[in-house]
């Protein structure tokens, strides 16, 4: 079986599967944690080399205050819970604005955790135009631009799989997800299960790798 | 009906077509020139204010010599017609390269032809990296990134149709793509036919509208 090298994840529709249970919506967040870790295990299983999770977006932040403050601290325990287990990892990000959670600015240097085996990019307050914006500072010479992102120790991705029915990518990523595989599942996030992970691996094998070719 | 202002067209599987009915690759693309009018006159009568065709990349001309002149020639045929319907036409590509046709030079700055209603933007040569590379010419002053991207003339993609089965944008305009609802038809190209186009507009209907937030 072909499998992705390096996954994207776009954990969506919290607030959907929050206000179905009879919840508020910014109570959706809590119910996306537990998912992270199950699916990181699988990755880890089925030795994925790379994950990266979209946490939440400099967009995002713009949210109802405590939409906002329950998807960061969601985030902020994400990554603590993955700090537990052998993660090479990384949070990306942009730090100099006030919605950054200074508990994550330890994690944005790349750390080795545990066995440190698997890659997982954490994108924490992030911004395609932040990502690209520094492209600028790349100089008339330099053929490969992707050195220049921000986000430039992230890989290319293989595969993208979005929980909650939307097919757009809301900005992940643009430079890594140029040739991905784009996956969709119509369940919410919190309603993850290991089925719709190997359905994901499934449908990836089926497809042909061309790289624009 | 809520209807997309801009839409962007990815015509795959020409090649696929053409294996499945008994001819050579390169005999794939002359049968996706009807098509693209078919699709113009659709999008005029709907109102739609922009469109966006996907020709060819710097990546496919690594393809067969035989299939590069094939799809070259599908390409000047199909910019020729739409330059006989109400359209303000721009061709969009990497005019320094040796892969780029010289008939089409003349549509590289913008023109109304006829009463140019609709804007058709035609991707010739087009590059994922070439688009991006300009935003070195930027200064550290210029917040608004998208206006050095070379196909900084073509606006905000909202539906992307793509053709022949394949979720992925191969390098379709990454920063106009950002926040598009991605819609996929399994047909490939040469079969297109109008309930196609009228079920993504249907489906686009159906989807909410966030930009990111």
């Not at 240097?109 to 994108?123: A, H, P, S, W, Y």
Request: with cysteine; charged share 30%.
């Amino acid at each position: 079986m072909r499998m992705p090298k390096h996954i994207g994840v776009i954990p969506d529709g919290n607030r959907r599967w929050a206000v179905a249970q009879g919840m508020t919506k910014d109570r959706g967040y809590d119910g996306g944690i537990d998912p992270g870790l199950e699916l990181f295990k699988l990755c880890e299983k089925e030795g994925i080399e790379e994950i990266t999770y979209y946490g939440f977006t400099t967009d995002n932040t713009k949210r109802p205050k405590e939409q906002r403050l329950a998807f960061t601290k969601a985030c902020i325990d994400a990554v603590e819970i993955l700090s537990k287990e052998n993660a090479s990892l990384l949070v990306v990000g942009n730090t100099e604005s006030p919605m950054f959670p200074k508990e994550l600015l330890k994690y944005t240097k790349r750390t080795e955790f545990g066995e440190g085996k698997i890659k997982v990019n954490f994108l924490v307050n992030y911004g395609w135009k932040w990502d690209l914006n520094s492209l600028k500072e790349a100089t008339g010479n330099n053929k490969n631009i992707i050195n220049y992102i921000k986000s430039n120790d992230i890989s290319r991705v293989d595969l993208i799989i979005r929980w909650g029915g939307r097919r757009r990518l809301s900005g992940f990523l643009p430079v890594q997800s140029i040739y991905a595989d784009f996956y969709v599942i119509d369940n919410f996030w919190p309603e993850f299960k290991d089925q719709q992970f190997y359905d994901a691996l499934k449908w990836y094998d089926e497809q042909d790798i061309t790289l624009g070719g």
